[in-house]
C-alpha cells in the first residue's frame, strides 16, 4: 500500500513569505507527527496529532508556526513570516497508534525548505 | 525536551567489523525503538524492545536494554557499505504517546 507523502519536496522561499507543507499519512494511522531536521543534526519534534485528542503543540518554536490535521488523513504544516533559520528538512511520520504502544512510525521522504 | 542521547555522535569503521552504538535517556519507557536514516531524508524502522525484554535481534542486528541504566545498545555485526547512515533510538516521553528522537550517531564504513 502506499506510504506516507509528502509536498512539496523542496521548497525555496524568500524570508518573510509564508509556507504551506503537506502530509498524507498511512490511512488508517491516527497518530501523526511532524519534526524539524537541520542540516547534521537530530530530528526536532514539532507537534503531535493523535485522534480526536487536542494536539501537542509543545514542539513549535514559535507562534509563526502552526499545523493542522483534517480528521484522520491530511495535515498541513504552516510556517509564517519565514526566517533563514527556518531552513530544514520537515519530516512527517503516522503510526497506527501512539507511541506508548509501540507502533512503528514511518516517515515521509521529507519537504526541505530553504529560505533566502 | 532531549530524551534520548545516542553515543557516539560518529563512528568510522572497516567494512565487515562490528558497529555498537548506544543510546541513553532520562524517563521511564515501556518501549525503545531504533531508526536508519539514509541521506538526511525520511527515516526507517528496524527494530523495537519493550522495557520486559533485554535483548532482541533481526539479521545482522542485536538490539540491548538496560532499564535500571536507561541504556540501551544498538549492535551491527559484519557490517556493509550499505549500513553507513545515521541511527536513531527513539522513545516514548513520560509514557506519552508523543515520541522523541535522540541526535543520532552518523555510521561509516570505509571500504
Known amino acids: 500500500g502506499a506510504g506516507v507523502s509528502q509536498s512539496p519536496s523542496n521548497k525555496v522561499t524568500e524570508k518573510g513569505k509564508d509556507v504551506e507543507l503537506r502530509c498524507d499519512p498511512i490511512?488508517?494511522?491516527?497518530?501523526l507527527y511532524w519534526y524539524r531536521q537541520r542540516l547534521g543534526q537530530g530530528l526536532e519534534f514539532l507537534i503531535y496529532?493523535?485522534?480526536?485528542?487536542?494536539?501537542?503543540k509543545s514542539g513549535l518554536p514559535s507562534d509563526r508556526f502552526s499545523a493542522e490535521r483534517t480528521g484522520e488523513s491530511v495535515s498541513t504544516l504552516t510556517i509564517q513570516r519565514t526566517q533563514q533559520e527556518d531552513s530544514a528538512v520537515y519530516l512527517c511520520?503516522?503510526?497506527?497508534?501512539?507511541?506508548?504502544?509501540?507502533?512503528?512510525?514511518?516517515f515521509g521522504p521529507g519537504t526541505r525548505l530553504t529560505v533566502l | 525536551s532531549q530524551q534520548g542521547e545516542e553515543d557516539p555522535q560518529a563512528l568510522s569503521i572497516q567494512e565487515g567489523e562490528n558497529a555498537t552504538m548506544n543510546c541513553s535517556y532520562k524517563?521511564?519507557?515501556?518501549?525503545l525503538q531504533w531508526y536508519r536514516q539514509n541521506s538526511g531524508r525520511g527515516l526507517v524502522h528496524l527494530i523495537l524492545?519493550?522495557?520486559?525484554?533485554r535483548e532482541k535481534h533481526s539479521g545482522r542486528l542485536r538490539v540491548t536494554l538496560d532499564t535500571s541504566k536507561k541504556s540501551s545498545s544498538l549492535l551491527i555485526t559484519a557490517s556493509r557499505a550499505a549500513d553507513t547512515a545515521s541511527y536513531f533510538c527513539?522513545?516514548?516521553?513520560?509514557?506519552?504517546?508523543?515520541?522523541?528522537f535522540g541526535k543520532g550517531t552518523r555510521l561509516h564504513i570505509l571500504p
Open positions: 511520520a503516522s503510526s497506527l497508534k501512539g507511541g506508548s504502544g509501540g507502533d512503528t512510525q514511518y
Open positions: 527513539a522513545t516514548p516521553l513520560n509514557r506519552d504517546d508523543k515520541i522523541i
Open positions: 524492545i519493550r522495557s520486559n525484554e
Open positions: 496529532f493523535q485522534g480526536n485528542s487536542a494536539p501537542d
Open positions: 524517563t521511564s519507557i515501556n518501549n
Open positions: 490511512s488508517g494511522h491516527t497518530a
